[in-house]
């Protein structure tokens, strides 16, 4: 197989892109780094395109591998034909790579393979040809043989009969077309174990859907009631045409002696061998396409939820509510810097709310406080009543903000936050990080394990490699594109840096710690460990502020000096106007990019993302994002009522609808049948984690604390 080619039909994209990405992948250069500053050569292919272009490449290179492996078995075994041998190195999946294997792969004892001990295998080839002229049973007593442990005719018929059967059970086309058949016509039918049982699967215990029209939720949630014991679940395939067609292909002519021994066999190779593997295998494939999904789903919800723009600039209270324990705050300066923590008791059992008020009071005098960062969990809804009490009592203008405190216990527990904050206890470290995740959403978040994160469905059910992998690409992509301050940085976002593994990062804390700023890039080729393959990767997403190279403070590459500097000149700057910002007309300047690039000896695209870098040094994207709703007044689910218009965030998104927090503490639902007038496969066509959006109660169901929302207003 070509694997450039195939690559480059299913993406879309030319040979040339494909060869070159491959190359520079298999040349141990990184997604974001290709994706950035190796334009040229991959004609600007982005960081979404070039992770599946990787992911294709890694399945195809093991499925060639594969069919080497299987090639090479059935030679040894002298089986292999030229015929077989053009099927297997033509097979597009490793299914078919395995279908075609079947008959060749070394098995454990078997019914066939008892009978074919028993010498049964003439009297199978005998049955097989349908030319009998003589009764079966006589044709049967030739093979009996008690020696052998066959009695009588009929063990004799039986015993063929089952190697006739795993003979048609290994046939690859047999299994191919049995697949088609059960995935077209196929249902996928679940039942209750117990149909008088409460559960969250209620919709499911008499559930009846066509297997080609299986949406991945559905599936995911009916593995999860499965596992949990409470369906049953299970593929019923058109059985009938399935034997008919078996039927076909194995019955020739129609025998008295034959025919029905024959049918019987097919009936018995789909039930005992066949059936069970293909179900098997549907089920598995409708898991795999539903985790993928679901994964595409959980990584552009982080991906928004990790661009989320940061507010600058603020002292921030962070709160961590809680009942008994109490609520733990943290005072964080606008650099990130924890200035004080304390606990207060306005909440059940304690009830101390004048005396958490006054010590909040208090904290605000003294520290200028501007926001306060509330967490959605437990007594949230009875903390933030305090807050807008509170706030009516101060002078001064304070607003809040309620944020997703998912994964928060799960860093504050970690030996991260020990070695961040080892005089804090885990409601200490919690509050701070509640005020650090408002002011800085990427650099707090990345110290959190992104499947803790909680934007996706179902992420504990599956294929966990797959989906950490997925996961840390994204956040590597989102690292990547806002680029880091070399020296403010955490080792726990230097990690995600291009080119920079966890000892490395680490390896840049001690280095900054034991020497001071870093003054150029070029003193990172000073770390340990940090070598100049690696600098090359790394070196365009770190930014020094103030260093001795004002081009460290932008996104130009080392690489790119030289030629930005005779850009400059070509154009009258000097480097004193990159350092003073002076140079934002550059663009105006230049008429002919082709001419220009090739009088500084860099390419078109790459120039052009030079002269961007200028005019905006190192631009944050996350300014495009919007900005967070920032509050003074609690909405409770009770004031709600059909037809009020409110503004939210979108907090989550799945594949049936969108959660949006309107200010209540329970997340409303938006089906995805609200979201627009036009008709949409899934709402991350529209909407995405983080976005405001404007919508409209549709129902208040206080009991269940369930919010119908729509957005059609």
């Known amino acids: 197989m070509d694997i450039i080619t195939k690559i480059s039909q299913e993406l879309a994209i030319g040979n040339h892109q494909t060869e070159a990405a491959v190359k520079l992948i298999d040349e141990g250069n990184t997604i974001p780094f290709i994706a950035r500053y190796r334009k040229e050569a991959?004609?600007?292919?982005?960081?979404?395109v070039l992770r599946r272009l990787y992911e294709r490449l890694n399945y195809l290179r093991n499925l060639e591998e594969r069919k080497e492996t299987v090639l090479a078995s059935i030679a040894e075994q002298g089986k292999l034909t030229d015929e077989l041998k053009a099927q297997i190195e033509a097979a597009e999946t490793m299914v078919l790579v395995e279908d075609l294997y079947r008959p060749y792969k070394p098995k454990r004892r078997t019914r066939a393979t008892i009978a074919k001990e028993k010498g049964l295998e003439p009297l199978a080839n005998i049955i097989t040809l349908q030319m009998i002229v003589t009764p079966l049973e006589t044709e049967a007593a030739k093979f009996v043989d008690s020696e052998k442990g066959v009695e009588t005719p009929a063990d004799a018929i039986a015993g063929a009969m089952d190697i006739i059967a795993e003979a048609i059970s290994d046939e690859a086309d047999y299994r191919t077309r049995i697949r088609d058949l059960t995935v077209k016509k196929g249902r996928v039918v679940s039942v209750a174990k117990d149909p008088e049982a409460e559960s969250v699967?209620?919709?499911?215990?008499d559930f009846d859907e066509p297997v080609a029209r299986m949406a991945g939720h559905r599936t995911l949630a009916l593995n999860r009631g499965e596992s949990e014991k409470f369906l049953t679940v299970k593929v019923e395939a058109p059985v009938e045409d399935i034997l008919r067609y078996l039927e076909k292909q194995v019955i020739v002519r129609d025998h008295p002696e034959?025919?029905?021994?024959?049918?019987?066999?097919?009936?018995?190779?789909?039930?005992?061998?066949?059936?069970?593997?293909?179900?098997?295998?549907?089920?598995?494939?409708?898991t795999e396409k539903a985790e993928d999904g679901a994964i595409s789903v959980f990584g552009k919800n982080l991906q928004q939820l990790l661009m989320q723009p940061p507010i600058a600039g603020q002292v921030v209270l962070g709160w961590d509510p809680a009942f008994r324990t109490g609520c733990k705050l943290a005072v964080v300066d606008p650099t990130g810097k924890v200035l004080d923590t304390t606990v207060i008791y306005p909440t059940a059992p304690q009830n101390k709310v004048e005396e958490a008020k006054a010590v909040v009071k208090k904290l605000i005098a003294k520290y200028h406080i501007t926001?306060?960062?509330?967490?959605?969990?437990?007594?949230?809804?009875?903390?933030?009543?305090?807050?807008?009490?509170?706030?009516?009592?101060?002078?001064?203008?304070?607003?809040?903000?309620?944020?997703?405190?998912?994964?928060?216990?799960?860093?504050?527990?970690?030996?991260?936050?020990t070695e961040e904050f080892p005089n804090f206890d885990v409601g200490q470290r919690s509050a701070a990080s509640m005020a650090r995740r408002l002011q800085d959403p990427l650099a707090e978040l990345v110290k959190i394990d992104p499947k803790s994160i909680g934007v996706g469905q179902y992420q504990h059910d599956m294929n966990q490699k797959k989906l950490s992998e997925a996961l840390g690409g994204v956040v590597e992509d989102c690292v990547?594109?806002?680029?880091?301050?070399?020296?403010?940085a955490s080792a726990s976002l230097l990690e995600y840096i291009s080119g920079i593994s966890k000892t490395v990062a680490k390896n840049i804390v001690v280095y900054r710690e034991e020497n001071g700023r870093f003054a150029s890039r070029a003193q990172l080729l000073k770390v340990a460990k940090l070598g100049p393959k690696a600098y090359e990767q790394c070196a365009g997403f770190m930014r020094i502020l103030g260093g001795s190279n004002p081009l460290d403070a932008t996104g130009v590459h080392p690489e790119s000096y030289e030629a930005t500097k005779l850009l400059l000149d070509k154009?009258?700057?000097?480097?004193?106007?990159?350092a003073s910002r002076r140079v934002e007309g550059i663009s105006k300047k230049i008429a002919d990019y082709q001419r220009l690039a090739d009088e500084i000896a860099v390419g078109?695209?790459?120039?052009?993302?030079?002269?961007?870098?200028l005019e905006k040094p190192a631009r944050d994207p996350r300014e495009d994002m919007p900005k967070p709703i920032l509050r003074s007044d609690v909405l409770e689910m009770k004031d709600l009522t059909p037809g009020m218009i409110l503004k939210g965030t979108v907090r989550n998104v799945i594949d049936f609808g969108a959660f949006v927090d309107i200010g209540v503490h329970q997340d409303g639902l938006v089906h995805i049948s609200q979201i627009c007038d036009r008709f949409i496969k899934h709402p991350l066509e529209v909407v995405s984690v983080g976005d405001i959006v404007e919508v409209k109660v549709m129902s208040v169901d206080l009991k269940k604390q369930r919010i119908q929302l729509t957005m059609k207003i």
Not at 201 to 205: A, D, I, L, S
Not at 260 to 272: C, M, S, W
Not at 480 to 488: E, H, S
């Open 571 to 578: 154009l009258g700057y000097t480097m004193e106007d990159v």
């Open 201 to 205: 699967y209620e919709m499911y215990y």
């Open 480 to 488: 990547n594109k806002v680029g880091v301050d070399l020296n403010t």
């Open 42 to 48: 991959t004609g600007a292919l982005n960081d979404e």
């Open 371 to 417: 926001l306060i960062s509330l967490g959605n969990g437990t007594a949230s809804r009875e903390s933030e009543q305090v807050i807008v009490d509170l706030l009516k009592e101060i002078p001064v203008k304070i607003q809040y903000i309620i944020v997703n405190e998912a994964g928060a216990s799960v860093y504050s527990a970690s030996k991260l936050a």
């Open 604 to 613: 078109v695209l790459t120039l052009q993302d030079i002269v961007k870098e």
């Open 258 to 286: 034959t025919t029905q021994v024959l049918k019987d066999t097919v009936a018995d190779a789909y039930d005992r061998l066949i059936a069970p593997a293909i179900e098997r295998e549907i089920r598995s494939a409708l």
